[in-house]
């Protein structure tokens, strides 16, 4: 018989108040117990006092999260931006409960408040994942000849089940994922470790990640005793230097940026000339399109974005439509309109921007693959030398202890030391004398690599059956409306399913997921799986575009629930709900923008789509405008070049680099190391979106400098000013966040209301 007991961390007995022990054993006579029988396995503490998923939060989230939905939809449709918004979900659903805590029986707490935000984004990001933005615009934008007969408009219905046959299979898919990346490995996932540090903050609870870096002992009760002293240190020495603005004063930014923003929605709805500033002079705005539209919304984006990334679009934007376009219209390559897709210079440098695109993400993916077969290859090898070297030297100590006596014919045998083995990474020796009696409260044999309670995790067969089933249902839906075989479908979840792991890690280590360019890779492949079936080409793209998406936003938030030991399985529910409910949110309002607005159209240009249907068809043989492929070749060699140096640089584990009589620190260099995306995003949306955006970070930047400037206190020594800035920049980086997302929902809120009111007066 098994008995399981569960010793949380306000028992007296648990000397680390953030693990919990299960004791397991059989019910036998302790001396005939060998030590595998009793051991005890640790577990990082859920706080079950408070509840873990209610449906309060899934609701709160949902009502949130469509409301990200309509402004993603917006801004996914104008320049092929979405933002998670985890952050700003999770301070709004804390407002949201803060207000009614008088009348609330359990009040809010923080593993409510990560199901809330995992919820929301789900919610939010369905018009990216369900290539709303991306792969059902290029559909439309298909000719006769090139669909060959297959449905390219979809009615409710029938965007309904495209949604449901992709919302699924990478959030399955993303569950085993999380033991390896935020358990063992502990990549940073930044969206996420910032979302659980503002979740920590409102609910007044000490940084989790100062937490998670201060278990470093290799004892339990000393690394119980750090973790209280330390933790309370620092965050005592925090609160001596700069005090965290309050929720309440959050909250008004969010506000009053939201109301601003909407106002200027509603002015260039009824004035549109105040959209197009021509600030550069008449002649560059109608010949060549450089304007400037005011949006407080793209400036907020900037801020989101940063400066490194917003300066780098800038001079993709400079590149493109300041060199590049006037060279290949003046020269006759581009005669049409500049802003002509077919004829014009932005259909001519748009293959620039894909090279561009291309490169930069097929290398840097290429980089995380290599570094985690290089790791791989690491772990195993280390492995096999450990478990050879503890498998000798307790054979040597069976041997020994065997010739004195000292051992029972009942006692553990050699072959016993692989199983010993198995479950001890420390290369140490292991003593296997038997006792009578064992300590209560053994060392866990890594408490770097400490997970929740199985019952708080997914069960592993409802990883494998959602993954297989969720498979089935894309292979039957694709089939059922696009034509394509059902192994052709199934060619693409698998292709898309290693794709989806390299699209995790980068996003783990770099907050971004590249998913635009495992797309791309899915395209090139499907050129010789389904060759001249552009349909299928672009589906095919749609479906690994939709798994690293899904498997990303859930990485992101499981991070945040581990960082706040909550739930994984409350986090998993409340994905898959917001996932579902998405699907109906985002095909009803997507029919409506194509009912008051052509897409793509001026309004809604769609560049995403456009990318998407060149690269189809330039995998399936078409032609590539005149004079193009020399510019393609160049920038693509650059764009190749850099990710490897930039990888070099990281490696050679130097604090500066020397580049002639200038040295700079390898941080500042990585920071500001030229970002390939970026630079292809400038080119292919026209300088209005960009001007604004680089403006916002740019401002943001500068008013950041000034306020660390006036802010240095006089009397504290070297070390302490340097903590004071720091974290006076985090306070200044944070609220800067927050009025930059009241920008962005401020007019994709009012600009989705103005829809309404159009497509209902029609």
């Known amino acids: ?28 006579t302790p001396e005939y117990q060998s030590e595998n029988q009793q051991q005890q396995q640790w577990y990082h503490k859920v706080d079950v ?49 803060k207000a009614l805590e008088h009348v609330l029986d359990i009040p809010f707490g923080p593993a409510e408040n990560v199901v809330l ?85 409102l609910h007044k609870r000490p940084d989790p990640t100062l937490q998670e870096d201060i278990v470093t002992g290799n004892s339990v009760a000393a690394a119980a005793t750090d973790t209280v002293s330390d933790s309370e240190s620092v965050h005592n020495q925090d609160s001596k230097f700069v005090d965290d603005v309050k929720w309440v004063t959050k909250l008004l930014a969010l506000f009053i940026s939201f109301l601003l923003s909407g106002a200027y929605a509603l002015l260039s709805h009824f ?28 400036a907020g984006q ?72 290089r790791n791989a290859y690491a772990r195993v090898s280390q492995s096999m030398i450990s478990r050879r070297q503890r498998h000798t030297l307790l054979c040597q100590n069976h041997t020994r202890n065997a010739n004195s006596g000292s051992l029972s014919s009942e006692g553990l045998q050699p072959a016993a030391c692989d199983d010993q083995s198995q479950n001890d990474d420390q290369n140490k020796p292991v003593d296997t004398t038997l006792s009578s009696s064992s300590s209560t409260h053994t060392e866990p044999a890594d408490l770097h690599n400490v997970d929740v309670s199985p019952q708080f995790l997914i069960p592993g067969w409802v990883t494998w059956t959602g993954l297989a089933a969720s498979t089935l249902l894309c292979m039957g839906i694709v089939y059922a409306l696009f034509d394509v075989p059902m192994y052709d479908t199934l060619i693409a979840v698998l292709l898309a399913l290693p794709l989806a792991v390299l ?55 499981l991070k945040t629930g581990h960082l706040l030991n909550a739930s994984p399985r409350a986090q998993f529910c409340g994905q898959m709900i917001g996932s579902v409910f998405s699907v109906f949110v985002t095909a009803g309002a997507y029919l ?61 584990g130097v604090e500066t680099v020397s580049f002639g009589p200038w040295c700079i620190k390898t941080d500042t260099l990585k920071r500001w190391w030229p970002s390939g995306i970026a630079f292809a995003i400038g080119i292919y949306n026209t300088p209005n979106f960009t001007l604004m955006r680089a403006i916002g970070a740019i401002v943001t930047s500068i008013v950041t400098e000034i306020i660390v400037a006036r802010s240095k206190p006089l009397m504290m020594s070297t070390e302490a000013q340097s903590r004071h800035v720091s974290l006076l920049r985090r306070k200044i980086g944070m609220m800067a966040i927050i009025i930059a997302s009241g920008f962005v929902l401020g007019e994709g809120t009012f600009s989705f209301f103005i829809l309404l009111s159009q497509a209902f007066s029609t």
């Open 1 to 28: 018989m098994r008995v399981n007991r569960w010793l949380f961390a306000a028992n007296n007995s648990n000397p680390n108040p953030t693990l919990v022990v299960d004791q397991t054993h059989e019910d036998s």
């Open 49 to 97: 006092s408070q509840p873990q998923f209610t449906w309060r939060a899934v609701v709160v989230g949902l009502l949130f999260g469509t409301i990200l939905c309509f402004s993603n939809l917006w801004f996914g449709l104008q320049s092929g931006w979405i933002s998670m918004m985890s952050l700003q979900s999770s301070l709004v659903g804390f407002a949201v409960f």
């Open 117 to 201: 935000q995992s919820t929301a984004v789900a919610t939010a990001t369905m018009p990216l994942a369900g290539g709303f933005v991306g792969i059902l615009p290029a559909l439309k934008l298909l000719e006769p000849d090139e669909s060959k007969g297959a449905r390219t408009e979809l009615n409710f219905g029938q965007l309904c089940a495209w949604g449901m046959a992709l919302a699924f299979f990478g959030v399955f898919f993303a569950i085993p994922l999380r033991k390896q990346t935020i358990i063992r490995e502990k990549l940073k996932f930044p969206s996420g470790t910032a979302t659980a540090q503002m979740i920590s903050v």
């Open 271 to 298: 004035y549109p000339v105040i959209a197009a500033l021509p600030i550069f002079g008449n002649h560059l705005s109608k010949v060549w399109a450089w304007n400037l539209m005011p949006s407080l919304s793209y």
């Open 302 to 373: 900037g801020i989101i974005m940063g400066l490194p990334t917003c300066i780098w679009m800038l001079v993709g934007s400079v590149v493109g439509w300041g060199i590049l376009s006037p060279v290949a219209k003046n020269a006759g390559w581009a005669p049409g309109d500049v802003t002509d897709w077919k004829t014009g210079s932005r259909g001519w440098i748009l293959w620039i921007s894909l090279a561009v695109m291309i490169s930069d993400s097929v290398i840097s993916l290429g980089l995380v693959a290599a570094k985690e077969a």
């Open 503 to 557: 699209g995790v890690r980068a996003l783990g280590e770099t907050d971004l997921n590249p998913v635009s360019g495992i797309g791309k890779v899915s395209q090139v492949v499907f050129a010789g799986v389904m060759p001249g079936n552009l349909v299928g080409n672009l589906v095919a793209g749609g479906i690994a575009e939709a798994g690293a998406q899904q498997a990303g936003d859930l990485m992101q938030d």
């Open 592 to 652: 409506l923008y194509n009912k008051v607005y052509p897409i793509p159209g001026p309004q809604f240009p769609v560049p995403t789509a456009q990318v998407w249907l060149d690269m189809a068809r330039l995998v399936n043989g078409h032609p590539l405008p005149p004079h193009v492929w020399p510019f393609i070749i160049a920038f693509s060699a650059i764009f190749v070049a850099l990710p490897i140096a930039g990888t070099y640089i990281d490696r050679m």
